[in-house]
């Protein structure tokens, strides 16, 4: 299986990702209601912010992933905890299917972080999921996250985690 990254174009893969982001699965990534026009305007509006980035994930060349950079000095994050130079943040999203194969999401967990790392700037990624969503928490730990604390963001109370190049590259050598 070969994972990579593309840029995601707002409007050629608008109606790939609603699906995605619509689906019940992905509940946590809060647009379950949006139209087609909403998901364009939204990644529009990402493509015009020179500090977030998205991308499609292709596994075996088939779009599967959704993955989010982000600066955390001007987006998300911001007056919620003190950045270092060299912090990104992210999201992911794996697009639904009928028929999951186990350890998938883990395999496009260590490809988004690697994809990330690949950039020499990367020092630590940082995230801030849910704190109900438990199976995202124990996929981070499985890549070298190490959960911070609680933060209230406006959208939901999320567990502030983060990833150092070295804890990732420590998780990804014991995994193997």
Not at 21 to 44: C, G, I, N, S
Not at 84 to 112: E, S, W, Y
Not at 129 to 158: C, M, T, W
Request: glycine letters at 4%.
């Amino acid at each position: 299986m070969t994972i990579r990254f593309r840029p995601l174009d707002p409007l050629k893969d608008a109606e790939l990702i609603h699906a995605w982001v619509t689906h019940p699965k992905a509940a946590f990534w809060m647009m379950q209601d949006a139209r087609l026009e909403d998901v364009e305007r939204e990644y529009m509006a990402f493509a015009a912010n020179p500090h977030h980035q998205a991308f499609i994930g292709l596994v075996d060349e088939v779009p599967a992933i959704l993955m989010e950079r982000y600066d955390p000095t001007h987006l998300e994050l911001v007056g919620l905890y003190d950045p270092l130079p060299g912090d990104v943040g992210m999201h992911f999203l794996v697009a639904p299917t009928d028929t999951p194969v186990h350890g998938f999401t883990r395999k496009v967990i260590t490809a988004v972080m690697a994809e990330l790392f690949a950039d020499p700037a990367t020092a630590r990624v940082v995230v801030e999921p849910d704190v109900s969503n438990k199976a995202v928490h124990a996929l981070n730990e499985a890549v070298g996250f190490v959960p911070e604390r609680e933060i209230q963001k406006p959208e939901k109370k999320a567990l502030l985690s983060f990833c150092t190049r070295e804890q990732f590259e420590a998780a990804v050598a014991v995994s193997i």
